[in-house]
């Protein structure tokens, strides 16, 4: 089952999370797999790539190496 996120400056993401890990596809591209990393509370995902996905709730943080700061995310019932 995926879960979908829309993002503050909007990214849009798709996420399937797996055994260890989850497939992320960021605005319809191809995914990549992070590995779940501990984390003080909810879960995060990263890859060697420095994409990184930390959830709690219904809410998520987006961050990739080549940005600055991370974006807020919500779950969203169905992608527009």
């Known amino acids: 089952v995926s879960t979908y996120y829309e993002c503050d400056r909007g990214t849009r993401?798709?996420?399937?999370?797996?055994?260890?890990?989850?497939?992320?596809?960021?605005?319809?591209?191809?995914?990549?797999?992070?590995?779940?990393?501990?984390?003080?509370?909810?879960?995060?995902?990263?890859?060697?790539?420095?994409?990184?996905l930390h959830n709690k709730g219904s809410g998520a943080v987006w961050n990739t190496a080549l940005r600055t700061a991370p974006e807020n995310c919500s779950q969203v019932a169905v992608p527009r």
């Open 13 to 52: 993401l798709k996420v399937d999370y797996v055994s260890g890990g989850a497939l992320v596809s960021v605005n319809g591209g191809r995914p990549q797999m992070l590995r779940e990393t501990p984390a003080a509370s909810g879960s995060a995902y990263e890859n060697r790539s420095g994409w990184r």
